[in-house]
């Protein structure tokens, strides 16, 4: 996001302008801005590859438990 900022000619008044969206981000994705903050180096997969899958374990400490009774 990015808001324009206004000080006064007299420098005792600050006028914020309406949020815009600069750029959306996949999920997940990191940026960061280029030292002399004109640009944003972002990290983002190369074509269309496809997410990597997520597997979740539920109830782990239960698997935990009798494999130490062993």
């Known amino acids: 996001m990015a808001v324009s ?3 006064s000619t007299s420098g005792q008044a600050v006028s914020v ?10 999920p997940g994705a990191v940026y ?5 903050g004109q640009r944003f180096i972002v990290n983002r997969p190369v074509g269309d590859t496809p ?7 539920l109830n782990w ?9 062993r």
């Not at 949020?19 to 981000?25: A, D, G, K, N, Q």
């Not at 960061?32 to 002399?36: G, N, Q, W």
């Not at 400490?61 to 009774?69: F, I, V």
């Open 51 to 57: 997410a990597a899958p997520i597997t979740i374990l």
């Open 32 to 36: 960061e801005p280029s030292p002399d």
């Open 17 to 26: 302008g309406a949020p815009v969206v600069l750029f959306t981000l996949a």
């Open 61 to 69: 400490q239960t698997g935990l438990a009798a494999r130490e009774t």
């Open 5 to 7: 900022v206004t000080l």
